[in-house]
């Protein structure tokens, strides 16, 4: 495969790129809004465009339930269909194995789902993840896999790696091609050994991308570190490398410092829905009495709506009154506050300043809510 990504610049490790997708060029260090459903929850696509994010994730498991790929199909694709005209990456519906393991079960050729909408089952293939994905017009497919949870012994992790290495052969053999691309997902439980042999094997399937996956599911941040650093050392510098599933300041950053060029996370959504706001300093608790007569924005600096147009005390009285608009506004805020660490991560590696700039924002970042 002529590689779909390209580095422009490195700054020890960290390095800004480019990964180039049939629906338009993706900038990285990247961080992808978690769409589930095919929407970033509350926000408009062209609201989440403007914050300066690129690609956006969506759930192939999720949405094969619900309303199904069929559908989608005849409504002319993703994109056509929730008005998104930029790159999409689907997910396989592997970390269902982990999310939703009381309805699934695995065997080495695939998995069953119970779905948790009407109780029906859903099997999923190797063979079948790539083709739904592809059907669904996705940008990016992913292959599926098989994590474990941080705990897990270490008997049944190597025994998850091994199915998710047959499982990538699988894939690999099914992708269609037509300008989608196709990463492998590395596993490897929480062994730095098996880690480093995971991301080997994995690097050698000559996948467009290799994401990072089992981690960020319980584990110290400390451990998580180390094995995604096991794993980038084993990984082609040729390719664009992805951490699925982390979205807080301190840790993407980490990331990026090791060599990770893409993100996705649930965290910016989710946090706003329960009142709390992503800050240079922190996370900041908008339901507390403390913001009350806080006739301040959220972050000064900030250019979203959110904080151009808005207190503190207002978007406090919107929870408190449980207005929808708070939910709108905190996550537009959330995603731009993300999409602009990207922006400036970008512009530190370009500048050679990447471990001051992460050094300055770990310095501000406060470890206890407000």
């Not at 339930?65 to 994109?79: D, F, K, N």
Request: hydrophobic share 40%.
């Amino acid at each position: 495969m002529t590689p779909a990504f390209a580095t422009e610049a490195m700054d020890g490790d960290a390095r800004t790129g480019s990964l180039t997708t049939a629906h338009g060029p993706v900038r990285t260090p990247a961080f992808m809004p978690v769409g589930t459903h095919a929407t970033v929850k509350a926000l408009h696509p062209d609201e989440v465009r403007a914050t300066g994010i690129d690609i956006l994730l969506c759930n192939a498991y999720h949405l094969a339930l619900r309303p199904g790929v069929e559908l989608i199909e005849r409504a002319g694709g993703l994109h056509a269909f929730m008005g998104w005209n930029h790159p999409i990456l689907t997910d396989s519906g592997g970390y269902q194995l982990v999310s939703l393991a009381e309805v699934a079960v695995v065997d080495d050729d695939g998995a069953t789902f119970v779905s948790p909408y009407d109780g029906s089952r859903l099997r999923v293939t190797p063979e079948e993840a790539v083709g739904n994905q592809a059907r669904l017009g996705a940008d990016v497919l992913m292959c599926l896999d098989h994590p474990v949870t941080h705990g897990t012994s270490d008997a049944i992790a190597r025994e998850a790696t091994e199915r998710t290495h047959r499982w990538a052969e699988r894939c690999r053999v099914a992708h269609p091609g037509d300008g989608r691309l196709l990463f492998g997902i590395a596993q490897g439980g929480f062994d730095p050994g098996a880690r480093r042999d995971s991301a080997r094997f994995i690097s050698g399937l000559d996948f467009d991308g290799v994401a990072i996956g089992g981690l960020s599911v319980g584990e110290p941040v400390d451990t998580m570190l180390a094995m995604t650093e096991a794993s980038v050392s084993e990984l082609s510098a040729e390719r664009a490398r992805y951490f699925m599933g982390l979205g807080t300041d301190s840790e993407l950053l980490g990331a990026i410092a090791l060599g990770i060029d893409m993100f996705d996370c649930v965290v910016p959504t989710r946090l706003a829905r329960n009142g709390s706001a992503l800050t240079p300093e922190g996370r900041l608790s908008l339901r507390n009495a403390a913001a009350r007569d806080d006739f301040g924005p959220i972050d000064p600096d900030c250019p979203c709506a959110a904080c151009v147009g808005f207190t503190r005390a207002y978007l406090r009285h919107l929870f408190q009154a449980g207005e929808i608009l708070a939910h709108r506004l905190v996550s537009l805020h959330n995603i731009t506050h993300l999409a602009r660490l990207m922006d400036s991560a970008r512009a530190a590696i370009r500048e050679g300043t990447f471990a001051s700039f992460r050094a300055d924002r770990d310095g501000r970042l406060r470890s206890a809510p407000r």
